[in-house]
Every structure is written in structure tokens, then in C-alpha cells.
T-cell receptor, first 113, second 111 residues
Framework: DAGVTQSPTHLIKTRGQHVTLRCSPI?????VSWYQQVLGQGPQFIFQ???????GRGNFPDRFSARQFPNYSSELNVNALLLGDSALYLC????????????FGPGTRLTVL | RKEVEQDPGPFNVPEGATVAFNCTYS??????FFWYRQDCRKEPKLLMS???SGNEDGRFTAQLNRASQYISLLIRDSKLSDSATYLC????????????FGTGTRLKVLA
């Protein structure tokens, strides 16, 4: 069975640009969460979606937005990129809500120049 | 004060040693607790959930002390393959749907 997949694997952008990251959950999983992991730190929670509705939001500015599609895949959008947005962006899926074990994808490594 | 705090290490131990990691959390209403393992430049993977009664999985033992708000992980008979970063994870209060990760503790097991 395929695990959580994310695309692209790596991405280089410049300040001010916007970026869209994509995530496909494990088949049958209805919940997707997004995390930002800066080097040397633990993942920081950005969003959680369940059944296409936002269920949780972390302490990130409005430049960060996300959505979940009918097939439960998800996109994370970041506008007006800053140097500090450079990080590994992780997507995690779980069968129902975050109360279930979360399975992480390999991440998208974003570099902002 | 950080919501979840861990000693970042690194912990350098010889093969066969026993090593313990602690983690403290600030919100007494936190629901659930976990240890994840993250290898270098890889995604985190669930190691074990942590229950008030304590739980054991082979060489790994996790404990939760709600009164003192800390979680521990004990690794016995360390293997080279245990070298990784161990992340303490706390699920926030009911209704928050938010996993809070610690910064992680780096473990290096030496031959």
C-alpha cells in the first residue's frame, strides 16, 4: 500500500513568490495535517483538515492557507514568501481525526532565496 | 515557557547501554502523548504511544506522570540502529486537534 505522498520533493523560490505544496494521504484516511520543520527543531503544527473542513490551525500568519479536496488530498499554499519560510513541510494523514496515529509523508523541502 | 520541552542532547552512548529521555509539557489538559523517531532528513515515525499505566515494547519503555507533567522514554540494550532524534509529542486539550512536538533529543549509539 502506498504511504503518504508529497510533491514536489524540493522547491526553490525567491522572496515574495507564492508556493503550492501537495499531499496525498494514505488510501482510506480522511484527515490531513500540515507541519513546518525548521532545521534543528521539531515539526510545528500549521493546519489540520478532516472531511474537507479545517479542524485546527497553528500560530502561522494568514499567508499560509490550505484546503482539502473531495478525494482527501490536500494543498498548502504560502503567499509572499519570506526567507524564514525555508523549511521542510510535512504532511501527515490519519484515518479519522488527529486522535489517531499520524503517518507522515517524506516532506517537501522549500528553500526561499 | 515552551509547551513541550526536551533536552536536545546529543546523547552519545555505547552499544548495550541504557539511556533515558525526559520531556515536560505545560498544559495539564493535554489529551494524549507519544514518542516519535526521526532519522536524519527523514519523516517522523511513531515509536510508541504513552499511557498513564506505562507501556513497554521490546527494549523501549514509556512512562507518563500526569501530576508532574512529564513523559519519559527508556531504551535498554542500545543498538547502533537506535541512533536518531526522538521527538516527544503531546496532543493538546480536547477540541484543539493539535499535535505539539518537542524539539527532539538526538541519540547517537557508538560502537
Amino acid at each position: 500500500d502506498a504511504g503518504v505522498t508529497q510533491s514536489p520533493t524540493h522547491l526553490i523560490k525567491t522572496r515574495g513568490q507564492h508556493v503550492t505544496l501537495r499531499c496525498s494521504p494514505i488510501s482510506g484516511h480522511k484527515s490531513v495535517s500540515w507541519y513546518q520543520q525548521v532545521l534543528g527543531q521539531g515539526p510545528q503544527f500549521i493546519f489540520q483538515y478532516y472531511e474537507k473542513e479545517e479542524r485546527g490551525r497553528g500560530n502561522f500568519p494568514d499567508r499560509f492557507s490550505a484546503r482539502q479536496f473531495p478525494n482527501y488530498s490536500s494543498e498548502l499554499n504560502v503567499n509572499a514568501l519570506l526567507l524564514g519560510d525555508s523549511a521542510l513541510y510535512l504532511c501527515a494523514s490519519s484515518p479519522r481525526t488527529v486522535l489517531d496515529e499520524q503517518f507522515f509523508g517524506p516532506g517537501t523541502r522549500l528553500t526561499v532565496l | 515557557r515552551k509547551e513541550v520541552e526536551q533536552d536536545p542532547g546529543p546523547f552519545n552512548v555505547p552499544e548495550g547501554a541504557t539511556v533515558a529521555f525526559n520531556c515536560t509539557y505545560s498544559n495539564s489538559a493535554s489529551q494524549s502523548f507519544f514518542w516519535y523517531r526521526q532519522d536524519c532528513r527523514k519523516e517522523p515515525k511513531l515509536l510508541m504511544s504513552v499511557y498513564s499505566s506505562g507501556n513497554e515494547d521490546g527494549r523501549f519503555t514509556a512512562q507518563l506522570n500526569r501530576a508532574s507533567q512529564y513523559i519519559s522514554l527508556l531504551i535498554r540494550d542500545s543498538k547502533l540502529s537506535d541512533s536518531a532524534t526522538y521527538l516527544c509529542v503531546v496532543l493538546g486539550p480536547s477540541g484543539t486537534y493539535k499535535y505539539i512536538f518537542g524539539t527532539g533529543t538526538r541519540l547517537k549509539v557508538l560502537a
